[in-house]
């Protein structure tokens, strides 16, 4: 199905352990955006990416890593987990240059015990 | 600094009670204004863009309007199927401090429609 799909939904894990979060689309758009969520902050924009290979920090990247070497997928890591970093993660696509709204994926629930 | 700042936080209105919900920015160089609904559970889905003041977007029972200032959503005769967060989104010329886009949500505002 065409969309954008986010994988796992929910992940408990431990300090200090290594998670990546699986983010698809299949609309082909160029820029994709990861974001995390959580009370009394809304959404914040982590990390995204303009094209494939080209990725860029957005407000709050500390602790996070990203790749995107296919145009489809763009995943992201939490090198160490911490405690801090238990949120629930949202990825979104939008189309090329311009104002364009944010499609977003069903989102993934992190616990970091 | 930019923020995007919303109002009320929580509203509850009867079935077909209408009223409008606000969204409150400052920052330096808007390019656009979002606004999605997010239910429980679920990603943002997107609603409106507004650019430019005096603009309006209606979809059904929402309509959207965007001031210098701030933007408001318009929602007339709800029904119980409205109810959800309501997240308003600012896209700016402005750098943030670690990289070059600069998109602000704001924290929402939780609507709840009774019957």
């Known amino acids: 199905d065409a969309g954008i799909t986010q994988s796992p939904r929910y992940k408990i894990t431990e300090t200090g352990r290594q998670v990546t979060l699986m983010c698809h689309q299949t609309w082909s758009h160029s820029y994709m955006f990861w974001y995390r969520q959580d009370l009394g902050h809304g959404l914040r924009l982590i990390y995204y990416?303009?094209?494939?290979?080209?990725?860029d920090k957005g407000e709050v990247p500390d602790g996070y890593v990203v790749s995107r070497s296919k145009t489809e997928n763009f995943p992201l890591t939490l090198e160490s987990a911490t405690r801090s970093q238990t949120s629930v993660y949202f990825c979104?696509?939008?189309?090329?240059?311009?104002?364009?709204?944010?499609?977003f994926g069903p989102g993934t629930r992190l616990t970091v015990l | 600094e930019d923020q995007v700042t919303q109002s009320p936080e929580a509203l509850r209105l009867q079935e077909g009670e209408s009223s409008s919900l606000n969204c409150s920015y400052t920052v330096s160089g808007l390019r656009g204004l979002f606004w999605y609904r997010q239910d429980p559970g679920k990603g943002p889905e997107f609603l409106f863009t507004l650019y430019s003041a005096g603009e309006e977007k209606e979809k059904e029972r929402l309509k959207a309007t965007l001031t210098k200032k701030e933007s408001f959503l318009h929602i007339t005769a709800p029904k119980p199927e409205d109810s959800a967060t309501y997240l308003c989104a600012v896209h700016t010329r402005g750098a943030s401090t670690s990289g070059t886009y600069k998109y602000i949500f704001g924290t929402g505002t939780r609507l709840k429609v009774l019957a």
């Open positions: 979104a696509s939008s189309e090329g240059r311009g104002v364009n709204e944010q499609f």
């Open positions: 990416s303009a094209a494939a290979d080209i990725t």
